[in-house]
């Protein structure tokens, strides 16, 4: 059985604006009071995992530990078929330390154009951990299926949002209003899973 979250205060371990704007309004219904890891003043840690599970733990345990608080870390990116699921959990990294996804678009696009271009299917995929301070961490995934577009649309949403067309779905994720995208990311569907393991009443 999973443990329940009972507190008042959570840290989103994460230095993402974007990020930590879609984790919080998805804790509002909830009444918890949220902070990022950038408000507590705390480092980001060196991701040295292999997959989004192993990063989400580092910096999950990471942020607890240092803030004495629980604290929820999201480790999410674009994994893209053609590619063989790349850039996958270098998806920020590949975006440099100035965070250019515009030019990380681009060159997940001349990477498809390198492989023939044929196949255009992606997924998002994002791993919450909720981590305590005495070291025990729930973790939960999701996932959302698309295709890519080029040129990118829209300019909503973050990261690589405005080149991935949600299966079934007319606008791109950058094109979305941000409840509609809600409703159905990667981050809401592994959301999803957590507040039934952590936040529902048992």
Sequence with gaps: MTRRFTGERLVIA???PGKVREIAALLRPFAVAVVSAAEC??????????TFRDNALIK????AAAAGLPALADDSGLAVAALDGRPGIHSARRAGP???FSAAMSRVEAALAAAGGDDRRARFVCALALAWPDGHAEIFEGRVDGILVWPPRGD??????PMFLPDGQDAT???MDPVAKHAISHRAD???KLVAGCFEPG
Excluded: V
Aim: avoid cysteine.
């Design 98 to 100: 100035e965070k250019d």
């Design 156 to 161: 909503r949403g973050f990261g690589y949002d």
């Design 190 to 192: 592994a959301f999803t």
């Design 41 to 50: 003043g705390l480092d980001e840690p060196e991701e040295t995992g292999e």
């Design 14 to 16: 994460s230095h993402n």
């Design 60 to 63: 999950a345990h990471a942020a």
């Design 173 to 175: 994720f950058g094109e």
